[in-house]
């Protein structure tokens, strides 16, 4: 039963005040049929939006089943709209995206009736209002009156007290509006039906009772009901809410109605993912062609320091004035030459030693030290003993005064010296950046190996020295060189004193190999892997620097280093020998365990640079002569190192962002459209009860299958750009594969697009919400 007491509603636009309602008092029976007559704009469609809570009354009262709805709140509106009225409308209001049964749906859909239930309700309002078929076509496939039908099979699906119809035959010919009627008076058995209508013939045929209005007042009522005394409150409402997944599955079917609109959106704003995924993809692939280029740059040029280093900073200050010439001045100056004046004596001792081996090994990959210690090697071939002599380079002669100092004169990588000294595991070095092609890897400090180039080429020089009789082009049985034993002998059997006091090595014999007690075996033949960075070991044969120390071990005390030792001249040549050139001479001898120089390998130019400062605070307050100067061969070495190309990166997401930024806005607009175009179904969900929440959801769930499609098409076609921007890359700077997306990256970037979408759609997903349901019904 609904009372209405006292309602009244006022207007105002501007200066005009409309008394819509204007104290409209008036009871109605559970089940009868009411029409409601007047001229327009006397406020009968107000009187039914407010009676069906789609517009609220200024004062009075509307009282549902002894219950007032003085206080009721939006929820409580939503949930009455929901589950106790249902609304009929001239112009039909079904939402064209949504099939007929579907639109039957809407209402339970919004009241969380489960999927099952809904559709058996549906096809029963369907079949009562003379529908059975056509229920999967769309609404502008059908005829007026099948619209109707639909709109009224719409209406009372969810079983609603109140059904309200404004105007329902206002578009319809004569024979239909007589069909609807006799639907509508059917419904009106078990259902209190209040229908506005122009058409006094049809209101005298079907509706049981008449009223008239004009201004917003009631003029006459056919049949008038006074209600028992005090009405017992037996209302109840059943809240309304509307799930995520319907939300999601009512925009999908509005996005599928335009399907072209929605992909050239979604194309339109992923240009800035594109963007974004190309530059990103980019970095990835040049990030790591500058790590590779890094490596390979510092293999080459390390960190070296060695007993003669020349002092750059020395010349800087005079490096300044170069250019220009100075006033002659009619007269000239005495000078030393830069390069002497800069020469400093790098003088390694055993805490400098120590110092160095304090160096993260994340910093560096290898640390050399090169202690150019000779070794006394004889092979027996056959009977035959002869000198098997280890050099370093092509040079064979035992030039022992200039012993191995050429070791440093080209970029300091000609050794053959593999460092045991930083591996944790043994051998890993070998094993890292080698591959055995015969034999087993060297074990024991005795075991030497043969490195051939990538060609499977071994030094002439090298199996000449081995005892072999080779030429060039000859090609050599592994196995055959595989296990070959040598002697290393000790300087006291090597060398012997002449009358004249120098030392001379003696001719090798039988003898000498026997008094040997140290065995040297050839146990593999290895080669570089293919592509390793840090294969720095020369073709020809190559031992661990545990052998040297080794030797200098055996060495240290022996009487020619003694001699050595004691003597300012070359005891091998009885030369005069200078300070530096004594010291290496000892080193030569195995007389001192302290290198010549030492080689770092940095990992990147980054933990080069963290190296160099870590170098440079061991001269902090040393005196000039006790500093120890390193040379960085790679400073020369153009750096474009990863914090260039991170800036880079940054500068140009930032671009790229700006793109992503004015697609977030242009959803933002578009979704405003979008909400403009949708007025009429905003109302009509809201007619249905589909609460301020619910209507946010459902345009949040259009801007995520937006967004989300964006993002995800952007990412595909950046995909599919990589290819050819790869190829132009290769093209032009012969580097592979250089746009590379990052999966990791790419998922990151679809959930930002997603998100900044949502937020951009946000905004006017929350004013649809807020839109005036009765004003948006009005909206033609
Ligand atoms: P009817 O349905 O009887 O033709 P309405 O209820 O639609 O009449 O309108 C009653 C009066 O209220 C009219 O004068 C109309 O102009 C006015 N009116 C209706 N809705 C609004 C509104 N949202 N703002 C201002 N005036 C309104
Ligand atoms: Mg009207």
Redesign the pocket.
């Known amino acids: 039963m609904l009372q209405l007491e006292h309602l009244m509603k006022t207007?105002k636009?501007g200066d005009t005040i409309?008394h819509?309602l204007n104290d409209v008092t008036i009871n109605f029976r559970n089940h009868e049929f009411v029409a409601i007559l007047?001229p327009?704009?006397?406020?009968?469609?107000?009187?039914l939006n407010v009676i069906g809570g789609l517009d609220h009354y200024d004062s009075g009262d509307i009282i549902i089943n002894g219950k007032s709805t003085k206080n009721f709140t939006q929820t409580d509106w939503d949930a009455y709209r929901n589950n106790t009225v249902g609304f009929i409308f001239q112009s039909y209001n079904l939402i064209p995206h949504l099939s007929i049964i579907e639109n039957v749906e809407l209402g339970m859909t919004l009241s969380g009736v489960d999927s099952k239930e809904r559709h058996e309700k549906a096809i029963a309002a369907l079949k009562k209002v003379g529908l059975g078929e056509h229920i999967y076509k769309k609404p502008n496939q059908l005829s007026g009156g099948q619209m109707q039908r639909v709109a009224i099979a719409r209406a009372i699906a969810n079983d609603p007290d109140i059904l309200l119809c404004d105007e329902p035959t206002g578009a319809l010919d004569t024979k239909t509006s007589k069909d609807i009627m006799k639907i509508i008076k059917e419904l009106s058995k078990d259902k209190l039906v209040i229908m506005?209508t122009h058409n006094p013939e049809l209101a005298d045929e079907y509706a049981s009772r008449i009223v008239h209005f004009q201004d917003g007042k009631i003029l006459s009522d056919s049949d008038p009901y006074t209600p028992p005394k005090d009405v017992k409150d037996t209302f109840h409402l059943k809240k309304t809410k509307m799930s995520y997944w319907n939300a999601l599955k009512l925009s999908f079917t509005n996005i599928m109605t335009k399907k072209g609109q929605t992909f050239l959106t979604a194309f339109a704003s992923s240009i800035g993912i594109i963007g974004i995924a190309i530059v990103l993809a980019l970095s990835h692939g040049f990030q790591k062609q500058i790590d590779e280029t890094q490596t390979k740059t510092l293999a080459q040029f390390p960190i070296s320091i060695s007993q003669t280093a020349t002092d750059l900073s020395a010349n800087s200050n005079r490096e300044k004035s170069n250019n220009k010439n100075v006033k002659y001045r009619g007269y000239l100056t005495a000078a030393i030459p830069d390069n002497e004046k800069n020469t400093h004596q790098n003088h390694i001792t055993q805490a400098y030693l120590n110092y160095i081996k304090k160096i993260n090994p994340a910093y560096a990959n290898n640390i050399s030290f090169i202690r150019g210690t000779q070794l006394n090697l004889l092979s027996n071939n056959d009977g035959k003993i002869s000198k098997v002599e280890f050099s370093n380079t092509n040079n064979s002669q035992n030039s022992l005064a200039s012993a191995q100092l050429q070791s440093m004169n080209t970029m300091g990588i000609n050794t053959n010296v593999f460092p045991t000294t930083l591996d944790s595991k043994k051998n890993s070095f070998l094993k890292t950046n080698y591959q055995l092609l015969e034999g087993k890897w060297p074990k024991a400090s005795t075991d030497v190996v043969l490195v051939l180039n990538n060609k499977d080429e071994a030094n002439l020089n090298a199996l000449t020295n081995l005892g072999l009789k080779v030429k060039d082009g000859q090609k050599i049985d592994l196995s055959k060189l595989i296990g070959k034993k040598f002697k290393l002998v000790t300087n006291n059997d090597y060398y012997q004193k002449l009358s004249t006091g120098t030392y001379v090595p003696k001719t090798p014999d039988q003898a000498m190999y026997n008094s040997a007690s140290t065995t040297i075996t050839l146990a593999g033949v290895i080669r570089s892997k293919n592509n390793s960075q840090m294969a720095l070991l020369d073709n020809g044969i190559a031992y661990s620097d545990n052998l040297t120390k080794k030797i200098i071990n055996q060495n240290k005390n022996s009487e020619i280093v003694q001699a050595q030792k004691n003597s300012n001249l070359n005891v091998l040549t009885n030369q005069p020998l200078a300070n530096s050139q004594k010291e290496q001479l000892l080193a030569s001898l195995g007389g001192s365990s302290l290198p010549s120089s030492i080689l770092i390998y940095p990992t990147s130019f980054d933990s080069k640079d963290k190296i160099l400062s870590y170098l440079d605070k061991w001269n902090k307050g040393k005196k000039s002569s006790a500093k120890i100067i390193y040379t960085d061969m790679s400073g020369t070495v153009t750096q474009l190192t990863g914090g260039v190309l991170s800036g880079i990166t940054t500068v140009l997401v930032a671009f790229a962002g700006i793109s992503l930024i004015t697609s977030m806005i242009m959803i933002g607009i578009l979704t405003y459209t979008s909400v403009l175009e949708r007025t009429k179904e905003i109302g009509i969900l809201k007619a249905l009860g589909a609460r301020k929440r619910d209507i946010t959801r459902v345009f949040d769930a259009e801007t995520f299958i937006l967004g989300a499609f964006s993002g995800v098409l952007g990412i595909f076609i950046a995909y599919l750009l990589t290819f050819p921007i790869s190829a132009i890359i290769y093209n032009m700077t012969d580097m592979p594969n250089v746009a590379q997306l990052d999966w990791l990256q790419a998922i990151i970037l679809v959930v930002i697009a997603t998100i900044l979408t949502m937020i951009g759609g946000h905004l006017p997903a929350k004013m649809a919400a807020k839109r005036d349901a009765?004003?948006a019904l009005?909206s033609e």
Do not use: D, F
Not at 40 to 47: A, M, R, Y
């Open positions: 207007y636009v409309t819509a007047g327009s704009g006397s406020g009968k469609t107000t009187l506005v009765a004003e009005r």
